[in-house]
């Protein structure tokens, strides 16, 4: 740990440290389980058009049903299975039962409100010679239309493998799927990539929204992502919308699309059916 910390700082190997490496283990021994067993779940968050008050999209986050804690939010295993690589085998898990559930909610409610699908790729997903191929087979097991859907990289992943994912973008474009930047904001970007890399949407991080109405500068930053954005040609997503004033906000600069708790929760399958087939208008 003390090396992880990457400084001449030392660490003291306590009770709480041998709980933790422990916890750490019991974890990736029951993750490899989770994905014999199939305890991963997906719930889904809307996405909200700040024009109609309508949902646009949906995006598939990952749970674990884990048979003895209950439900274990992604922030408890996603990193150590990034560390693990277990991140591979449960990203396409969570690619193919997203795709799976789409298709359902298409042919069994009524036409018309078509949303996207939105799923987080982690970048070791990008760094497989498969990648192209998998995410082509979950849409043909699916026989969902690949303009559904969106795949989502944070700013950091795609701008530390920029060279490598180029080429591969082009590639899934040409899927007709599309990419979304995750987090944008808190990475860092180069903008000669950004304006070449073949990216739809960026989506703004939580970090900026929470202070909207709070601080000037994070009204300032936001207004010119969205500005940015929309001078290249892209769509923006504000995450972490909690507040009335925030949504009011965001869509007075412009900002087209957002989601939060404010609007709705991650929640199951069958409760994004409800809301669908209600057509529900958030204001
Ligand atoms: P993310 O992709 O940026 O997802 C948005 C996160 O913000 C979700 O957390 C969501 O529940 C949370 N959120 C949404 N609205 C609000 C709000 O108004 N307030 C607050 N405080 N939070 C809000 P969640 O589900 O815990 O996921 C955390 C992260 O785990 C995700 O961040 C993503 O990076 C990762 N993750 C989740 N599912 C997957 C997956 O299937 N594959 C990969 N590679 N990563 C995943
Ligand atoms: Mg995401
Ligand atoms: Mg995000």
Redesign the pocket.
Known sequence: RAKVAGSTRPEVFDEATQRRSHETLQIETGLRWALERDELIVQY?PIVSLDSGKIAGL????RWNHPELGIV???DF?PLAEETGL?VP??WQ?LSKSCKQMKEWRSTLPPGGLIDLS????SKQFMQPDVVAQIHGALKDADLDPTCLRL?M?ESALMENAEVVFPLLTELQSLDVRLYV??FGTGYSSLSYLHKLPIDTLKID?SFVIDLGVREEALEIVRTIVTLAHNLRMHVVA????TQEQATILRGLGCEFA????FS??VDGSAIADLLRNDIKFF
């Open positions: 968050q995006e598939s986050l990952v939010p992604p922030d996603i991140i449960l990203g969570v799923v987080n790729l982690s989502e944070t995750d987090d939580r995450e972490g919308v909690e989601q939060g708790f404010y929760e991650p």
